[in-house]
């Protein structure tokens, strides 16, 4: 009985060491890549592990699969922060309209910037491409 139960203590042992050691490679990795994150805050699901933090005023998350891979990543700031071509061409499609808020979206094929505007009365939704396509974010085909 003690060598049954000394057995099953080392099992579950050597199950969570081997499952920390996981974990701290990604957060070794994440913390390379991301130094000067603040509030990091991890959750493990069955797809994987999710990090919310934030960096330079920034608010993100970042998906990694049980692999520890990059899997995609949400970024929430102003339109102030937009790369140039998308504030452009967001600001011409919607003239009149002040940009509320953005979520930008990145995987391995895309980033795609999902704007939220406001003209004093009502709130509109856009998506936006890299490539400067602009559409509202109800649009089937996505205007590509």
Do not use: C
């Not at 070794?28 to 991301?34: I, N, P, R, S, W």
């Not at 899997?71 to 002040?98: C, H, M, Q």
Request: proline share 1%; charged share 25%.
């Amino acid at each position: 009985m003690k060598k049954t139960l000394l057995l099953a203590a080392a099992l579950l042992v050597s199950v969570a060491l081997l499952h920390a050691g996981t974990e701290s490679k990604i957060e070794k990795m994440f913390k390379e890549t991301f130094p000067n994150a603040t509030d990091a805050k991890w959750i493990k699901d069955n797809s994987g592990y999710v990090v919310s933090f934030t960096q330079g005023g920034t608010l993100s998350r970042i998906f990694y699969g049980n692999d520890g891979k990059f899997v995609s990543s949400l970024r929430y700031y102003l339109g102030k922060d937009l790369p140039t071509n998308i504030f452009l061409a967001v600001e011409k499609k919607y003239e009149g309209k002040n940009i509320f808020g953005v979520t930008e979206f990145t995987n391995s094929q895309e980033v795609v910037y999902y704007v939220k505007l406001y003209d004093g009365k009502n709130y509109y939704s856009a998506k936006a491409y890299s490539d400067g396509t602009v559409t509202d974010e109800d649009d089937d085909d996505n205007g590509k």
